[in-house]
């Protein structure tokens, strides 16, 4: 395995030292740093794994993201209440101080774990070579990303079967208990969807209208393509009205994440990960109004990466650990619009 494999994968320029090579003790991994930790990544090194990973992600890129050093932190938020202001009367001195709220929202994070295994022939046969290992090692980042930003968005403790959704609630779980729900009762996506996700969020929010985004999953922004567009020449109105009316509107990047129409101004973001297949018939998904950085995303600073040569297997397995958590920062900033039909 190349010494630069995981700075590769990280687009990292550091060099990973210690012992590389297979060994008969299976606990023997890979030894970075320069505490000289088993299978940890120095806290620059993990820094810019953990970019890798979130580079084909679309939530990973918007949220907020905390880089913990512990698996569980507290964090502050200041709230004075919409109105402060009184009149005031000539030499009056009657007036109450106003009050000052602190309160504090809980992260906590749970240990998660992607293991992948290479054959001996599989590096010996493949055009690649030894280049195989470095290919894979960046599509198991990817691919532990977009795994971890579904659990993000939906875990949830009381499922069965998947355990890996039982890790933690995620933000759509969250969201519907603690922020503003309107119900569609199955009604297809159109205006009045996005009008009563707005009319449903709180007036001093609205101050920051130019900063707030719907979130939606692609089959409710490709039902809502549908029902506004009209070919004109094969010209789409909104694409006109996205790139000339109101200016170019800049993609998240990566596979997905794109700003596609507008709703009242605000721009509808595709999140693909968000479940479209609820309800009885699995047919209803959510529409989602809020601030993207009101998602934060908890990833304990230390990734341990492991990679052991099993002779009687001739493979070499890995086993890559990290800690993640997710939590809404203002819940009171957040609306669902649930039951939303996808449309057949």
């Excluded at 620059?44 to 679309?58: G, H, I, K, P, W």
């Excluded at 109105?83 to 009367?89: F, V």
């Excluded at 890790?167 to 159109?190: E, L, M, T």
């Excluded at 209803?284 to 809020?290: K, Q, R, S």
Aim: hydrophobic share 40%; charged share 25%.
């Amino acid at each position: 395995m190349s010494n630069e494999l995981l700075a590769k994968a990280a687009a990292a320029d550091t060099t990973l030292t210690g012992s590389m090579a297979g060994s008969a003790d299976p606990t023997d991994g890979i030894h970075v740093g320069s505490e000289g930790k088993g299978g940890l990544l120095n806290p620059e090194q993990s820094a810019r794994f953990l970019d890798y990973m979130f580079d084909a992600t679309v939530i990973g890129k918007v949220a907020r993201t905390v880089r913990m050093r512990a698996d569980t932190t507290e964090i502050d938020r200041i709230g004075v209440g919409e109105k402060l202001m009184k009149l005031a009367a000539e030499a009056d001195n009657t007036g109450t101080n106003a009050a000052v709220t602190f309160s504090k929202i809980s992260l906590t994070t749970k240990k998660l774990r992607l293991d992948w295994e290479l054959s001996t022939e599989s590096l010996e046969d493949n055009i690649e070579g030894a280049d195989l290992e470095d290919h894979i090692a960046r599509l198991m980042a990817t691919q532990a990303g977009n795994d971890i930003e579904d659990v993000v968005l939906n875990g949830d403790t009381s499922l069965t079967g998947d355990a890996l959704y039982k890790a933690f609630d995620g933000i759509v779980k969250i969201a519907k208990a603690n922020g503003h729900v309107v119900d569609a009762d199955s009604a297809n996506i159109s205006r009045e969807v996005f009008n009563n996700a707005l009319k449903a969020l709180p007036r001093k929010y609205k101050q920051r209208r130019p900063d707030l985004r719907f979130l939606s999953g692609s089959n409710l922004i490709q039902d809502y393509l549908y029902s506004t567009s009209q070919n004109i020449q094969n010209v789409n109105p909104q694409d006109i009205a996205s790139s000339i009316i109101r200016g170019d509107q800049a993609g998240l990047g990566g596979p997905a994440g794109f700003v596609a129409p507008f709703a009242f101004g605000i721009p509808i973001v595709e999140v693909p990960l968000l479940k479209e297949t609820q309800g009885a018939d699995n047919d209803l998904g959510d529409v989602h109004l809020t601030f993207p950085n009101n998602v934060v995303i908890g990833i304990k600073r230390d990734v341990t990466v492991y990679r052991f040569f099993w002779p009687k297997k001739d493979s070499i397995e890995y086993t890559m650990y990290t800690r993640v958590g997710c939590q809404i920062e203002q819940a009171d900033a957040w609306v669902v619009v649930k039951n939303v039909k996808v449309a057949s």
